[in-house]
C-alpha cells in the first residue's frame, strides 16, 4: 500500500510553545489530508480536512487558531500546535487520500505530544 | 449523517480460537467499506476493504463480506495468533474528498 510518514514520532515541549508535526505522502499525491486526535484507549477525533492549496475545514469545537494546518503542495501537510497546553497532550495521527485513485486512506504513524 | 457501529470489547480469545468482530453501518448511496487495525504506539493500517455489495475483502487470515442488505461488514478469523492482539476500526467512505467514518474501535487481546 501507499506509504505516509509522519514526523516527529514523539515530542516533548514546554506549555506556551509550538510545535510542528509534518505529514508526507511519499508514492503518490495526496490530494486530501486528514488530522485526527485519539485519546487513550479512545477512537479517533477528526480535527480537519484540508485539500491541497486551499484552506483546511475544521470540524464544530477544533480551535483553528491553536491548531494550523498547511497543505501547501501535494505530498506534504504540516500541523502546528501554537502556544501548547498540557490538555493538548495527545497521540496525533495524519492521513492522506489519493481522490482520484483508490477509496482508502493511508495514515502516518502518529505523533505523541507531551505538553509539560 | 453516515455512522459506523462495531461491537465494544475488549475482547479477550485464546490462540487459535475464532475470532468475530461485528461491524454494521448506516449511509446513504454505497459507500466502501473497511477495517483497519491498530497496533500500541502507532497508527493505523488498512487490513481489507470492499467497494461493492457482495465484495469479500481478505488479507493475513481475516475476511469481511460487504452485505448491504443487512448493512453489516463483520470481520472474521479462523484461528488467531498473539501477535493479531490490537485495536480494530470498521469504517465507510463515500468518495472524493470526505473523511472517512470510524466506529469507536475493538480493542483485541490474544493470549497463549
Known amino acids: 500500500g501507499a506509504v505516509v510518514s509522519q514526523h516527529p514520532s514523539r515530542v516533548i515541549c514546554k506549555s506556551g510553545t509550538s510545535v510542528k508535526i509534518e505529514c508526507r505522502s511519499l508514492d503518490f499525491q495526496a490530494t486530501t489530508m486528514f488530522w485526527y486526535r485519539q485519546f487513550p484507549k479512545q477512537s479517533l477525533m477528526l480535527m480537519a480536512t484540508s485539500n491541497e492549496g486551499s484552506k483546511a475545514t475544521y470540524e464544530q469545537g477544533v480551535e483553528k487558531d491553536k491548531f494550523l494546518i498547511n497543505h501547501a503542495s501535494l505530498t506534504l501537510s504540516t500541523l502546528t500546535v501554537t502556544s501548547a497546553h498540557p490538555e493538548d497532550s495527545s497521540f496525533y495521527i495524519c492521513s492522506a487520500r489519493d481522490q482520484h485513485s483508490v477509496p482508502e486512506a493511508f495514515f502516518g504513524q502518529g505523533t505523541r505530544l507531551t505538553v509539560v | 449523517g453516515d455512522s459506523v457501529t462495531q461491537m465494544e470489547g475488549p475482547v479477550t480469545l485464546s490462540e487459535e480460537a475464532f475470532l468475530t468482530i461485528n461491524c454494521t453501518y448506516t449511509a446513504t448511496g454505497y459507500p466502501s467499506l473497511f477495517w483497519y487495525v491498530q497496533y500500541p504506539g502507532e497508527g493505523l493500517q488498512l487490513l481489507l476493504k470492499?467497494?461493492?455489495?457482495?465484495d469479500k475483502g481478505s488479507n493475513k487470515g481475516f475476511e469481511a463480506t460487504y452485505r448491504k442488505e443487512t448493512t453489516s461488514f463483520h470481520l472474521e478469523k479462523g484461528s488467531v495468533q498473539v501477535s493479531d492482539s490490537a485495536v480494530y476500526f470498521c469504517?465507510?467512505?463515500?468518495?472524493?474528498?470526505?473523511?472517512?467514518?470510524f466506529g469507536k474501535g475493538t480493542r483485541l487481546s490474544v493470549i497463549a
Open positions: 469504517a465507510l467512505t463515500k468518495s472524493g474528498n470526505t473523511p472517512l467514518v
Open positions: 470492499a467497494t461493492k455489495a457482495d
